[in-house]
């Protein structure tokens, strides 16, 4: 169920909530706010601080349905001895940090793929964020892992991401260094001592006006590398709280992975559709 309410006085958004919704926790009006449930005149508006007029209807959507469970089997786009790709699905980790106790993609691929009598070993050859879904890779020896990545410079990553705005021109290059910064946990864009180089090519895919959907490619793999990239230009990605604002889920998947087989020097190509909900935040506005 969602609550309708019209605006009598101008106020901001989440003053008028909280004095309209006495029954609820300050904190649950910033979650619903934060995941993209509260729209003003048929807009999704997720700034605290939005000015609301006289006969704006703002309407309260229900929380977005989330499961605590985490997958138990992982779709695998390929497999052979030595390369296994998967489709991660969003806000499932890539592989476990200290600091994480969640289950992650690598340990669910493990457990899949290993037998009583026998557990399967697994490096992680690529690495994309929680929050994107798409192709990620493992190999099955160190070995493997390091032939692949010697040759990585030659592989080809495509992405889609969903921005705020529309990029013009609608093509180019974003040719800027990236360096991290670990107490913030993000990515500076700028020449810097610390910054390594960092390319990212993109092109538009198509535009309502207020979002678009690009096609992206990169050079390099920095982390975070797209979305710092893309926000720097002015054309954050949807939903990516740490370089835009928050949303239902981040507008940004892992389209296709082309590399160089280091045994028989064959191009080997992994690749998978972006889900219905990422499609569904075109159809949304802030």
Not at 3 to 23: C, H, I, S, T
Not at 89 to 100: D, F, I, W
């Amino acid at each position: 169920m969602s609550e309708k309410l019209q605006v009598k006085e101008p106020a901001k958004l989440l003053v008028f909530l909280a004095e309209r919704l006495p029954g609820w926790a300050r904190s649950k009006i910033k979650q619903r706010l934060q995941g993209g449930c509260v729209s003003v005149n048929g807009t999704v508006i997720t700034q605290h601080d939005y000015a609301l007029n006289v006969g704006d209807v703002v309407e309260v959507g229900a929380a977005a349905k989330t499961t605590n469970s985490t997958p138990s089997q992982l779709e695998i786009l390929y497999s052979d001895r030595d390369i296994i790709a998967i489709n991660k699905p969003a806000g499932l980790l890539s592989v476990g940090t200290t600091k994480e106790t969640q289950q992650h993609a690598l340990a669910i691929l493990r457990n899949q793929l290993s037998r009583r009598s026998q557990a399967v070993k697994l490096w992680p050859v690529n690495r994309i964020d929680r929050d994107t879904s798409g192709v990620l890779l493992f190999a099955t020896s160190r070995e493997m892992r390091e032939a692949v990545m010697a040759k990585w410079d030659k592989a080809e990553k495509t992405y889609l991401a969903i921005v705020e705005g529309c990029p013009s021109p609608a093509e180019g290059t974003i040719d800027q260094p990236l360096r991290a910064d670990d107490e913030e946990y993000r990515m500076h864009v700028g020449a810097h001592p610390d910054a390594k180089p960092a390319i990212t090519h993109f092109t538009t895919e198509r535009t309502n006006g207020s979002r678009t959907l690009l096609r992206v490619q990169i050079d390099t793999g920095r982390q975070h590398q797209i979305r710092a990239h893309l926000s720097w230009l002015g054309y954050p990605i949807v939903g990516d709280q740490r370089y835009g604002t928050a949303g239902v889920r981040m507008g940004l998947h892992s389209l296709s992975l082309k590399i160089i087989n280091p045994k028989n020097g064959k191009e080997l190509s992994f690749g998978t559709p972006a889900p219905a909900d990422f499609f569904v935040l075109m159809n949304q506005r802030r």
